[in-house]
């Protein structure tokens, strides 16, 4: 394995990669919760592509792809936003959007995703809205993030954990 993370800009190739790997992220979180028709419709609706070159564009927002040689197996979304969980509320915070293809979620791909968000983030703390199933949590719990509370992912109202890593 040739395991590497590169910051990602809005170009054609870019925008194609982040597009089939955030459908891919969409149908796993998704996948046998809710009905097909309006899964995929929800879907279409959410990778239309002016969209997604304005938020790359977006000087808030950084995206991060994890390759193994030349195969995307997952990224980062990292944003700086105001809405953040109550704790963090006097600090400077990142959100972060973490996805790893099922199969794929390893030691090794999860840390080099994660390493390359904390190059431009180490000074910032930062949270994470995880499913309440993602086989993500363990990962983030041992890289230093807690659990901040529970909530709800929209559109579709599944139940998810917020978790938070403070920066002392």
């Given at each position: 394995m040739n395991i590497i993370s590169k910051f990602t800009v809005g170009?054609?190739?870019g925008?194609?990669?982040?597009l089939v790997l955030k459908q891919a992220h969409l149908n796993e979180i998704y996948d046998n919760l809710i009905d097909p028709l309006t899964l995929n419709t929800y879907i279409e609706n959410e990778l239309d592509r002016r969209t997604a070159i304005n938020d790359l564009n977006d000087l808030r927002t950084q995206l991060i792809i994890v390759f193994d040689d030349e195969e995307?197996?997952?990224y980062a979304m990292i944003r700086n936003t105001f809405n953040q969980p109550t704790v963090l509320e006097d600090k400077r915070a990142v959100?972060?959007?973490f996805f790893i293809l099922s199969g794929?979620?390893?030691?090794e791909i999860c840390l080099s995703l994660w390493h390359k968000c904390l190059s431009v983030?180490?000074?910032?703390s930062h949270w994470v809205e995880l499913p309440a199933n993602s086989a993500l949590i363990p990962f983030f719990e041992n890289v230093g993030f807690t659990l901040a509370g529970q909530s709800k992912l929209k559109p579709f109202n599944l139940s998810s954990q917020i978790m938070i890593r403070q920066n002392n």
């Open positions: 170009s054609e190739e925008i194609d990669r982040f995307a197996l997952g959100c972060l959007s794929y979620n390893t030691q983030t180490k000074n910032y």
